[in-house]
């Protein structure tokens, strides 16, 4: 069995267990999200989102991730997005622990991809179903796909949504850029080295100047 065949395995499970409440929940809260934050997040995360469901959630691209993925899944892509932000995580060297803000943001994002969104509003996270933070369990099976894929510190759908529509392929960097300035802000500062995963996002650091992404008002 391949590494994505046991992360759907994985994936079943998670949505079977979402469908049961056992009536234990987490405050989420306590672990640093202001709501400004939480706001900030939850935006950017939507966006991102709406991106998935208009753009890429068609023939076309399910079908050219079906074709490199060899693998006819119909949430692949869903998956590679959920891969690209976890490579985020990695290029930024941030944790991804819901005991965490950066992990919070995380959770809130899984919570919208794969979840129930149950995470709705800054007040809800006072009380976060045991289930919803279970969708954090994932990210180890996502992991190791995500390295069968390549390098870990290049994004993995730009070049897929370049090759079948090459319009749209700016906008997806400009909103996983977007989301992940947000949570690399969320200690009010953004490093050198977080700096320079954004700018690999952008592909500002690179030498072709021409496909630079326009990341102004970010």
């Not at 890429?56 to 074709?67: K, M, P, Q």
């Not at 899944?73 to 869903?78: E, V």
């Not at 500002?204 to 100047?209: A, G, P, R, V």
Request: charged share 25%; aromatic share 10%.
């Amino acid at each position: 069995m391949n590494k994505l065949q046991v992360l759907y395995e994985q994936y079943n499970l998670l949505k079977e267990n979402l469908k049961r409440d056992d009536g234990f929940t987490n405050n989420l809260q306590r672990y640093g999200i202001t709501e400004d934050y939480y706001n900030k997040v939850d935006q950017a995360v939507e966006l991102l989102c709406k991106y998935y469901i208009v753009k890429l959630d068609n023939f076309s691209i399910r079908n050219a991730v079906a074709y490199r993925l060899n693998d006819n899944h119909s949430d692949n892509t869903k998956i590679c997005l959920i891969i690209d932000v976890l490579r985020c995580y990695e290029g930024l060297g941030h944790p991804t622990t819901f005991t965490t803000p950066e992990g919070v943001a995380l959770l809130i994002f899984l919570d919208k991809m794969l979840g129930n969104k149950e995470i709705t509003s800054f007040l809800r996270l006072e009380a976060v179903s045991a289930a919803t933070v279970s969708l954090i369990d994932i990210i180890p099976y996502i992991s190791d796909c995500s390295e069968s894929l390549g390098s870990r510190y290049s994004l993995y759908l730009p070049t897929i949504i370049a090759k079948k529509s090459p319009d749209i392929e700016p906008l997806y960097r400009r909103l996983i850029y977007n989301l992940c300035k947000t949570i690399a802000a969320v200690d009010g500062e953004i490093t050198i080295s977080e700096q320079d995963w954004l700018n690999e996002i952008a592909l500002l650091n690179d030498e072709d100047t021409n496909n630079d992404i326009d990341i102004k008002g970010l």
